[in-house]
């Protein structure tokens, strides 16, 4: 993968292709989690997803979309680790089948340059009219997470897996934070994350790499001064006592049972496949101990899965099912992960495991959004691992790899949602 600096903290990596109709354009602002600026730049992004100084409308901001053959243009806050993520995205159809092809890829960066560099502001505040209705969207859409027990429950063993603070918080901020966010604030965060996040840009499609650069050399991106460059990963000391939390919750009629362990393997350890490998065995796929055991054979868990965290070193387990059932369900899934650190599973399943994991891994290569995924993460780990690299690690696995991988996992925390009684 080759990495163009734009300017200093600012990075293009051009993903020339002919495999898609379709031009995609994605500009990513990075910068270590701080609780206190969290809920903030996430308005910034619903803020800059409907107006701009040009466009100071969410209709105006549409016509223009329709204009550009029907593009699409989103914004999205997410973390990944210690770092957090606000990203501009915006995918229209391939200069290459359009008529005045080239007149649709300069207005395509001119847009996206309008949208992010431009807002829609008063006196070095964000315009109070589109400000208030998002600040109020925002809310609503941070008020839904309550009537959402999935959700809900692992906001919950967040909050009390992580020693951190800045760790705790989800992506989005939480909803008194954004109430009491005003217009001047949030323009300051703005003017912060325009001027100090790593700035990252990847372009895929079917482009000529020099005419990109030219298009990106328009926009306003001064002498950037990233903060700092600071790498996703996040490992937190292990804690000795298990901190639970119990919580009953009217209009619920489900419970929730959901755990993190902590599994002490670095990020880059080669170890990290065979956790991979491991939590597909636990609960990972279909195949998994805990589909196959705990909700098919046993009917305890409507649903449950397991999820290993590379970025932070946790893998969760969430089950959902009914409360009189919590206790039974919790002991059948610490009887999984004994099995599988006893080397009880079988070879077959094993092998259909990998070929799964590969297959998925594969798969990437038919999603635009997942090629430039992989570009992102590289861009910020600054590590590559090569697609055949990775897919031997996969197939090198070994029982006695999964075996040590599950006995390294250390339960850190419980949440348990019931409903009222």
């Known amino acids: 993968m080759k990495k163009t600096i734009i300017n200093h903290g600012a990075n293009l990596v051009i993903l ?7 031009l995609h354009i994605a500009v990513d602002f990075s910068t270590s989690v701080d609780p206190k600026h969290i809920s903030a730049r996430t308005l910034v992004s619903y803020l800059a997803g409907v107006s701009s100084a040009r466009y100071k409308t969410q ?6 979309t329709i204009d550009l053959y029907g593009a699409h243009y989103q914004t999205d806050v997410f973390r990944i680790g210690q770092t957090h993520h606000v990203r501009f995205t915006l995918q229209v159809p391939a200069p290459t089948y359009i008529m005045g092809g080239k007149q649709l890829l300069t207005e395509a960066f001119d847009f996206l340059s309008e949208m992010i560099f431009n807002p829609l502001v008063d006196n070095h505040a964000f315009n109070e009219r589109v400000f208030a209705n998002e600040q109020q969207s925002l809310m609503n859409e941070l008020a839904s997470v309550k009537d ?7 906001a919950k063993l967040r ?7 800045g760790m705790c918080v989800s992506a989005s901020g939480n909803e008194e934070a954004v109430a009491n966010l005003n217009p001047s604030d949030v323009y300051q965060t703005y003017q912060n994350m325009i001027n100090e996040d790593t700035m990252n840009i990847v372009v895929l499609g079917d482009i000529n790499q020099q005419q990109i650069i030219s298009l990106l050399q328009k926009w306003p991106i001064g002498p950037h001064q990233a903060k700092e460059d600071k790498e996703p990963f996040y490992r937190q000391v292990p804690r000795v006592q298990l901190r639970e939390v119990v919580e009953h919750k009217a209009a619920i009629n489900q419970a929730m049972l959901t755990m993190a362990y902590q599994i002490n393997v670095e990020p880059f350890d080669d170890q990290r496949f ?5 939590n597909a065995l636990l609960g990972g796929t279909p195949l998994s101990k805990l589909f196959m055991n705990v909700r098919e054979k046993e009917s305890l868990a409507y649903s449950i899965y397991s999820r290993w965290q590379h970025d932070t070193g946790f893998l969760t387990i969430a089950a959902g099912l009914d409360a009189a059932k919590v206790r039974q369900t919790d002991m059948m899934i610490q009887e999984q992960i004994k099995a599988i650190q006893e080397g009880d599973f079988d070879n077959q399943t094993v092998d259909a495991i990998k070929m799964s994991l590969i297959s998925d891994y594969l798969s990437q290569r038919d999603s635009p959004s997942s090629q430039m995924e992989v570009a992102f993460s590289r861009l910020l ?3 590559e691992t090569s697609e055949q690299e990775w897919i031997d690690r996969v197939r090198s696995v070994t029982a006695d790899d999964i075996q040590n991988a599950a006995q390294k996992m250390s339960l850190q925390s419980r949440y348990i949602l019931l409903p009222e009684v």
């Open 274 to 278: 065979a956790v991979m490998v491991m």
């Open 16 to 22: 020339p292709t002919t495999q898609f109709k379709t």
């Open 59 to 64: 209709q105006q901001v549409a016509q223009k």
């Open 148 to 154: 959402d027990k999935s959700r809900y429950s692992m």
């Open 381 to 383: 780990t600054r590590r």
């Open 159 to 165: 909050e009390i897996t992580y020693d951190k603070p």
